[in-house]
C-alpha cells in the first residue's frame, strides 16, 4: 500500500519567515496530494492540493510543488503569521473519490 | 462548503459499553464516507471505508466486528465501537465525498473524542 513519509516533524520559524515541510510517497498511482492544517482538537482543513498532471499550485503564501519523478511533494508557506502555527498533513491517493493516506504530520510554530 | 456534522463532539464510557458515533452530510449527499482514528499527537489513520447500502471496507488490523460501521443513507453513516476498552480511546474523524465528485476533496467532520474509563 501507499506509503507516506513526511519532514521535518516540528518545525519553528520567526514571523514574516518562510516554511517548507517535504513529504515523499511510495506508490506510484497515486495522482492526487492535498495539504491540511489542523488546530488542537478540530477537524483537519484542506489548504491546498495538487494533481500530479500540474507540478506546482499556488494560492496566496501557499504554494506545492510536486516532483512525479522523485515522488515528492513539497508545502511552502510564505510570510508565516502566528496564525499559521498548527500541525499540518500531507495526504496522497490513488485518485478522487479514494482514502487518503496521511503523513505523520509536522508541528509548525510561528513565533512574533 | 460542504458541511459534515459528527454526533456526539465527545463521549465518556465505561469498559465494555458499546457507543455509537453519527457522521451526517447535512447539505449533500455522500456515497462514500471514510472513518479515521487519531490517537493524541499522531496522524489520521484510516480506518474503513463505508459506501452506501454495502458492506463496509475494513483497513488491515481493523476489527470488523469491534468497529460495525452502517451507511444506510446517503447522508448518515454511524461507527459503533462495541464492548469499548480503554485504549480505543482516541479522536474519531469522518469524511465525505460528494456524490459525483470528482474534486477529490473529503469533507471533515469535526471529529468525536471518546474516552472508555
Known amino acids: 500500500g501507499e506509503n507516506v513519509e513526511q519532514h521535518p516533524s516540528t518545525l519553528s520559524v520567526q514571523e514574516g519567515d518562510s516554511a517548507v515541510i517535504k513529504c515523499t510517497y511510495s506508490?506510484?498511482?497515486?495522482?492526487?496530494f492535498p495539504w491540511y492544517k489542523q488546530e488542537l482538537g478540530k477537524r483537519p482543513q484542506l489548504i491546498i492540493d495538487i494533481r500530479s498532471n500540474v507540478g506546482e499550485k499556488k494560492d496566496q503564501r501557499i504554494a506545492v510543488t510536486l516532483n512525479k519523478t522523485a515522488k515528492h511533494f513539497s508545502l511552502h508557506i510564505t510570510e508565516t503569521q502566528p496564525e499559521d502555527s498548527a500541525v499540518y498533513f500531507c495526504a496522497a491517493s490513488v485518485d478522487s473519490g479514494y482514502a487518503l493516506n496521511f503523513g505523520k504530520g509536522t508541528s509548525l510554530l510561528v513565533t512574533p | 462548503g460542504a458541511v459534515v456534522s459528527q454526533h456526539p463532539s465527545w463521549v465518556i464510557c465505561k469498559s465494555g459499553t458499546s457507543v455509537k458515533i453519527e457522521c451526517r452530510s447535512l447539505d449533500f449527499q455522500a456515497t462514500t464516507m471514510f472513518w479515521y482514528r487519531q490517537f493524541p499527537k499522531q496522524s489520521l489513520m484510516l480506518m474503513a471505508t463505508?459506501?452506501?447500502?454495502?458492506?463496509?471496507?475494513?483497513e488491515q488490523g481493523v476489527e470488523k466486528d469491534k468497529f460495525l460501521i452502517n451507511h444506510a443513507s446517503l447522508t448518515l453513516s454511524t461507527l459503533t465501537v462495541t464492548s469499548a476498552h480503554p485504549e480505543d480511546s482516541s479522536f474519531y474523524i469522518c469524511?465525505?465525498?460528494?456524490?459525483?465528485?470528482?474534486?477529490?476533496?473529503?469533507?471533515f467532520g469535526p471529529g468525536t473524542r471518546l474516552t472508555v474509563l
Open positions: 506508490d506510484s498511482a497515486s495522482n492526487y
Open positions: 469524511s465525505a465525498l460528494t456524490s459525483g465528485s470528482y474534486s477529490g476533496e473529503q469533507f
Open positions: 463505508s459506501n452506501e447500502g454495502s458492506k463496509a471496507t475494513y
